[in-house]
């Protein structure tokens, strides 16, 4: 069934809806689906009913947060930073430049996938399983993933629980904050659960989005492997224009809503739809054209507000190796493709494939 929902678009509505605190997350503030109008198998239902930080509210969701801080601090993720090299060179070194190969099962899939899960402390062979539940999540339209995935990550969780290693899982297990609060078995679940969600997915479509818009604009590419734009303000231009979530369900006011000049009513669905925020021309002068040079690369990419994506950090350290360590190893590289069919998701922007050549023409 068709639900009637309310989108922000703009820059400025979308951040001054995500930091207000009159307006929560969890499927509790929905009026409708308290009222039972809206099915509660619906997928959309129980995407927002799911028990990570994503669906709680402040003094909960702070406290989760903290946690969550506590074991994925600045120094774990940093300490990653030569896992993606090794990965990255890994990759590149599998691959055939005599013969045209996919970025996606290449590169921008096998990455994150293996960040992630050297991250969490996933075994390897566990990690296609994974991979395809949090695929089968962010379609937006399956009934049944939301169980399975929990149980999924509920066995593993169990599983670190007997055998800890240096995993951000255990991490999690150990955790407690100064009043001595650690994270409950099912806050522990959801956490981690969340964690496979943002970091499998949405990185790969980030990388296969910035590889494909640096082809498209080989100028832009220039500049960037030339050395007169650095790598880092490449990134946040690719972040700002091809963001790979377009949008997230839902947050609700708790009290009638003035923004951008619209009315929304306590208890209304609200989606957040950073894609176009990202591109608000009342922000960015051409906002649809790639620019690596322009001052202001200013995005919403990975939020805003309490609810801002702990796993930037990461994100942006994986994007600032893998293109660089791609266009050095590939400086002729070329799409093949410049219409490559698109993922089947509600949230996620990225192409299924891009086929690319490192040949000479």
């Given at each position: 069934?068709?639900?009637?929902?309310?989108?922000?678009?703009?820059?400025?509505?979308?951040?001054?809806?995500?930091?207000?605190?009159?307006?929560?997350?969890?499927?509790?503030?929905?009026?409708?689906?308290?009222?039972?109008?809206?099915?509660?198998?619906?997928p959309?239902?129980?995407?927002?009913?799911?028990?990570?930080?994503?669906?709680?509210?402040?003094?909960?969701?702070?406290?989760l947060?903290?946690?969550?801080?506590h074991?994925?601090?600045?120094?774990?993720?940093?300490g990653?930073?030569?896992?993606?090299h090794?990965?990255?060179?890994?990759?590149?070194?599998?691959?055939d430049?005599?013969?045209?190969?996919?970025?996606?099962?290449?590169?921008?899939?096998?990455?994150?996938?293996?960040?992630?899960?050297?991250?969490?402390?996933?075994?390897?062979?566990?990690?296609?399983?994974?991979?395809?539940?949090?695929?089968r999540?962010?379609?937006?339209?399956?009934?049944?993933?939301?169980?399975?995935?929990?149980?999924?990550v509920a066995?593993?969780?169990?599983?670190?629980?007997?055998?800890?290693?240096d995993?951000?899982?255990?991490?999690?297990?150990?955790?407690?904050?100064?009043?001595?609060?650690?994270?409950s078995e099912?806050?522990?679940?959801?956490?981690?659960?969340?964690?496979?969600d943002a970091?499998?997915?949405?990185?790969?479509?980030?990388?296969?989005?910035?590889?494909?818009?640096?082809?498209?604009?080989?100028?832009?590419?220039?500049?960037?492997?030339?050395?007169?734009?650095?790598?880092?303000?490449?990134?946040?231009?690719?972040?700002?224009?091809?963001?790979?979530?377009?949008?997230?369900?839902?947050?609700?006011?708790?009290?009638?809503?003035?923004?951008?000049?619209?009315?929304?009513?306590?208890?209304?669905?609200?989606?957040?739809?950073?894609?176009?925020?990202?591109?608000?021309?009342?922000?960015?002068?051409?906002?649809?054209?790639?620019?690596?040079?322009?001052?202001?690369?200013?995005?919403?990419?990975?939020?805003?507000?309490?609810?801002?994506?702990?796993g930037?950090?990461?994100?942006?350290?994986?994007?600032?190796?893998?293109?660089?360590?791609?266009?050095?190893?590939?400086?002729?590289?070329?799409?093949?493709?410049?219409?490559?069919?698109?993922?089947?998701?509600?949230?996620?922007?990225?192409?299924?494939?891009?086929?690319?050549?490192?040949a000479p023409?």
């Open positions: 069934m068709g639900l009637d929902v309310w989108a922000v678009t703009g820059y400025e509505e979308l951040r001054s809806l995500m930091a207000d605190p009159t307006v929560k997350r969890g499927v509790e503030h929905w009026t409708a689906a308290a009222r039972g109008e809206v099915p509660a198998e619906h959309l239902v129980k995407l927002v009913s799911m028990g990570s930080m994503l669906s709680k509210n402040p003094p909960e969701h702070t406290r947060r903290r946690l969550v801080q074991a994925f601090t600045a120094r774990r993720v940093e990653l930073r030569p896992a993606v090794d990965l990255t060179r890994a990759c590149l070194d599998r691959i430049a005599t013969q045209p190969f996919d970025v996606v099962a290449a590169l921008a899939h096998p990455v994150p996938t293996g960040v992630i899960g050297s991250l969490l402390g996933v075994p390897e062979a566990d990690r296609p399983a994974l991979d395809s539940l949090v695929t999540l962010l379609s937006g339209t399956d009934t049944t993933v939301h169980e399975e995935l929990y149980a999924y066995d593993m969780v169990a599983a670190k629980r007997e055998n800890p290693d995993g951000l899982i255990s991490a999690l297990l150990r955790v407690h904050d100064e009043d001595g609060s650690t994270l099912e806050e522990l679940v959801w956490t981690s659960v969340l964690l496979v970091g499998f997915e949405t990185t790969v479509g980030q990388i296969t989005n910035s590889v494909r818009l640096l082809l498209e604009h080989p100028d832009q590419l220039a500049l960037v492997t030339s050395g007169k734009v650095p790598w880092e303000r490449a990134v946040e231009e690719c972040l700002r224009h091809s963001a790979s979530v377009v949008m997230l369900p839902f947050c609700f006011p708790t009290r009638d809503l003035e923004l951008g000049g619209q009315t929304i009513g306590a208890g209304e669905p609200v989606m957040m739809v950073f894609l176009a925020a990202n591109r608000d021309v009342r922000i960015h002068a051409l906002p649809d054209f790639f620019d690596v040079t322009r001052s202001d690369s200013r995005h919403v990419a990975f939020g805003h507000g309490p609810h801002h994506c702990l930037a950090p990461l994100a942006r350290l994986e994007l600032n190796v893998v293109l660089p360590e791609l266009f050095a190893r590939f400086p002729r590289l070329r799409l093949l493709d410049s219409r490559p069919e698109p993922v089947t998701s509600l949230f996620v922007n990225r192409p299924r494939e891009l086929w690319v050549t490192a023409e």
